[in-house]
């Protein structure tokens, strides 16, 4: 072999590798948001069976939610002690566990799943923007729209595909949730193969005390509630955008379309994020107009004709895909190196998902007070203003001060 082929070689294999690593991570995070809109179409079905009220119901689209930011502090050290692949492939295998319990007979089944679903995606979630600054460093933005796509491609499919399968099952709501176990299962082996022959690394090491300083960083703080405000308005979506549009007068299987649509133009802002942060010096403005139109476009599904819902829908998912990616970004763009983005990831989807689980919980309770929906529309224009305050400070080309 001659010694441009022996230079050649390595860098074509690694290239391949990094491929390869770049259509598994994808199938990962296409498994991460599944188990979202599964129980939203279904709400009124569970509801009618089950004879849980509506504060209930927001007690359990909250719930995952919840534990989203209560998990995440674990993925750091759990990373350290197991390494980040190993750590992932443990989270899917439970994750299918979760999502298959959610079927078992009796509420606490479906409580006890949702828990432990949600606590794996949180783990998944916090680790993801990790593995992306230590092996696509010189394409973050590019790597975080395509896993960003994926997870709402995963999403779009479930809203779509569930109410139609329980309907085959004979009006099963239990099947409609436990069919997506299969996904995160099947995900596992292909992720096991890949990993098999891999030792354990974690990365490099920061100090315990270097990374509490990411607490006292006001940087840090801006990406966190950044990304809780535009999680409040994600998850709002994938748990009560289908009530919502049944009360409105849509049936079941269009409202399930509906929210479908909404989830899956989430991958056109996606996509479209990368090619408008390159024109930028930072993402203030980028992420100022990502919130506003995201949180006011929901208002205008509440309120605008019924006819125009569809154009409502698709406006909403395509700003709530962008202020979603902007958000995974921000973590990224703001984090010196892999650990970094790993620790303010934990901090990030922390706090931010414990903001974000007050939304779907408080939508539950105004339907329970009023008997409608109306009053959400302050709660997603408030979400809007919020997005505005934090992105100013978040999209600044700075770098959070862990050391």
């Given amino acids: 072999m001659s010694g441009s082929e022996s230079r050649v070689a390595p860098s074509t294999t690694a290239r391949r590798g990094l491929f390869w690593l770049a259509i598994i991570l994808m199938l990962v995070a296409l498994n991460l948001r599944m188990i979202f809109p599964t129980l939203s179409v279904l709400l009124p079905e569970i509801i009618q069976q089950t004879g849980i009220s509506s504060a209930t119901a927001g007690y359990l689209t909250t719930l995952p939610v919840l534990c989203l930011g209560a998990f995440a502090p674990f993925a750091p050290p759990f990373a350290q002690r197991f390494g980040i692949e190993r750590t992932v492939l443990g989270a899917l295998l439970l994750l299918a566990v979760g999502t298959a319990l959610r079927a078992w007979p009796g509420l606490p089944g479906l409580f006890l799943g949702s828990a432990l679903a949600g606590a794996c995606i949180a783990v998944t979630n916090v680790l993801l923007p990790a593995l992306v600054k230590r092996d696509f460093s010189r394409h973050v933005a590019l790597m975080t729209a395509l896993y960003t796509v994926a997870l709402n491609g995963g999403a779009a499919l479930a809203a779509a595909v569930t109410l139609p399968l329980a309907y085959h099952f004979g009006d099963s709501w239990r099947v409609g949730v436990a069919v997506w176990a299969l996904p995160p299962l099947a995900v596992a082996a292909v992720w096991g193969l890949r990993i098999r022959h891999r030792p354990a690394a974690s990365g490099p090491k920061r100090s315990a005390g270097d990374m509490r300083r990411l607490w006292h960083s006001p940087l840090a703080w801006q990406v966190t509630l950044f990304m809780g405000l535009q999680s409040s308005l994600a998850y709002s979506v994938s748990g009560w955008l289908a009530p919502i549009l049944r009360e409105r007068g849509l049936d079941g299987t269009q409202a399930g379309l509906v929210t479908s649509v909404c989830i899956f133009m989430n991958v056109l802002g996606s996509l479209l994020l990368p090619s408008l942060i390159a024109r930028f010096h930072d993402q203030r403005l980028l992420s100022v107009g990502l919130s506003l139109v995201a949180g006011l476009s929901l208002v205008g599904v509440l309120f605008a004709p019924l006819g125009t819902v569809w154009l409502w829908a698709v ?46 919980l408080l939508i539950g309770l105004i339907k329970s007070w009023t008997g409608h929906f109306g009053a959400s529309g302050w709660l997603f224009a408030a979400v809007a203003v919020g997005g505005c305050l934090s992105g100013l400070g978040a999209g600044r080309a700075l770098h959070v001060k862990a050391g």
């Fill in 315 to 360: 406006v909403q998912g395509i700003a709530q895909g962008g202020f979603f990616a902007m958000a995974l970004t921000l973590i990224v763009l703001r984090s010196p190196d892999s650990h970094v983005a790993a620790h303010l990831s934990s901090m990030a989807q922390t706090v931010g998902y414990l903001v974000a689980s007050g939304a779907p």
